[in-house]
Every structure is written in C-alpha cells, then in structure tokens.
C-alpha cells in the first residue's frame, strides 16, 4: 500500500508538470522580490538536491528538463553553476488543482400566445440567464532563488494556467517556454544589484 502510494505521488506530480506545460494558452506569471537584498553580490548558483519536484529523490525526465531550462537562464544572466560554493540556491516546484468555473450569461427566449385581436400566434421576447459550470484543472510552477548564506528566499517567480494534454515534443517546448516566461520577470544579471528589466 504504501509503495502504491509513493508511485501516485510520483505521476501525479510528473502529471502536473507535463499538463502544465501543454496550457493551450500562455500562463500567468507573477514574481515577488525581497526588497533588502544585495544582489550585486549573487555570482553563482546550485540546484537544491532534490528539487521540490523530486519528492521522491530521484531525478525524473521532467525534472530534468525543467532544471536544464532553468540552468540556460540562469547562465544566460551570467552566472555560473557551482556545486561547491553557490551564491544563490534554485529551487523548482509544481502542483495542480481542480477548479470550477461558473459563467450566467443573459439570453433571450420567446413565449408565444394566440392573439384574438390579431387572429394569429405571435411572440413575446423575454430575458434570462443561461448559467454554464466549467471543470478544468489549473497547474502551478515556481522557481525560488535562496540565498544560500542565509538560507532565505530572495526571489521568486510563478507561472499558473490551465493545463491540458499534448505530445512529448510539444510538452518539452512548452516546459521551455514556460520557464522563460517565469525568468523574464527576473530583472538582475550576475554581480549586478541594478534591475536590467522591469520585474
């Protein structure tokens, strides 16, 4: 039973990434800063081990694609990957939730009534609202940057959409698409306490 329980866990949070990465539509990113922190002084950086998204400690191909998309941005930003001594810690992480979604529309109707008056049926327009109930199932992923000194959160970007399915070439072009997405909110680069961008 409790082997059974480890491999659910396992799919669904490798589910949740890959449905994630399939959103029909861009996802939604937002990012937060801490305001007090210095970093002109951030160089390098280091992957957690495991990653939040490696739950069960060991590395998946998902995992691994989106650590390799967040290694190239980081790196495109200047900094250098050390395991050793990092400045920063990377820290990636998913879930998912179902949601509902209920929309009332107005529309218009007609009633029919025989008029004496007129000798014939004629119609009388009424409103109403037409309610429709939508089931979906919304996908989460955050990149957290630790500084690794104090053990503190310094940034942290978020991506969150609705997620559907796709092939495994369109999902690993939408897991890259999507961490770019999240680090264009990222607006520092190597040594360099001035935003490039704003965030």
Known sequence: MAR???????????????????????????????PSANFAQYRSFAFYSPLAIEAQGYATLTSGRIKNAARAQMEARGYVYD????????????????????VSMPEVDYDYYYSYRARRYVSV??????????????????VDLVDAAQNRLVWTGVAVGRVGRATPEERAAKIDAAVAD?????????????????P
């Open 83 to 102: 395991e050793t001594s990092p400045d920063l810690r990377v820290n990636l992480n998913a879930y998912m939730q179902e949601k509902t979604d209920v």
């Open 125 to 142: 327009p009424y409103w109403r609202d037409r309610t429709e109930v939508y089931q979906y199932t919304e996908g989460t992923m955050n």
């Open 4 to 34: 059974f329980a480890r491999n659910a866990g396992r799919w669904m949070m490798a589910a949740c990434v890959l449905l994630l990465a399939a959103c029909a539509t861009g996802p939604r990113v937002t990012s937060d800063v801490d």
């Open 182 to 198: 999240i680090f264009l909110r990222y607006p520092y680069r190597a040594g360099s306490g001035t935003p490039a961008v704003s």
